[in-house]
């Protein structure tokens, strides 16, 4: 089971991918309990949302703990899915009015950094963390004790 969910290639350019998904999502995570009226709670309040402290706790504790794997690429599929998870719940609650209100190019420039986190995160859920990963590293090793 943890084989297949290490299991990557040795491609390094997937380093680029997990540095950018990474440290997005671990900034944003920080800046969550930094700024809890700009982007934590009082945004989650803003846009309507139940229980905002709890909400804006939990999607900022899971930012910091997805990205840092990805960083790090320990568990990247695994990590990578409350990401996707994250992002397609922000645009929908965030770009749909826009959507609705202004048009289709409108959102996508509103939605244009929430769509690359999305894409960069489902990049990792297919590829893995790449060559320069932990799980590379723990999948090779577990390799060479097997034979």
Not at 114 to 140: E, P, Q, T, V, W
Request: aromatic share 8%.
């Amino acid at each position: 089971m943890l084989k297949s969910l290490i299991r990557t290639d040795t491609d390094r350019s997937t380093l680029i991918i997990r540095c950018m998904v990474g440290v997005v999502f671990l900034s944003e995570g920080i800046q969550k309990f930094l700024f809890p009226e700009e982007v934590g709670a009082g945004r989650f309040e803003k846009i309507g949302f139940s229980n905002p402290d709890d909400l804006a706790a939990l999607v900022g504790v899971s930012e910091i703990i997805c990205g840092t794997l990805i960083l790090l690429g320990l568990l990247t599929r695994l990590a990578s899915i409350p990401l996707i998870i994250i992002m397609l719940a922000a645009m929908s609650v965030t770009k749909y009015g826009i959507f609705i209100e202004e048009g289709f190019w409108k959102m996508m420039h509103a939605g244009r950094n929430d769509l690359a986190m999305l894409l960069g995160s489902l990049f990792l859920l297919i590829k893995g963390g790449g060559a320069f990963s932990s799980d590379r590293y723990i999948y090779r090793n577990t390799d060479e004790r097997e034979n």
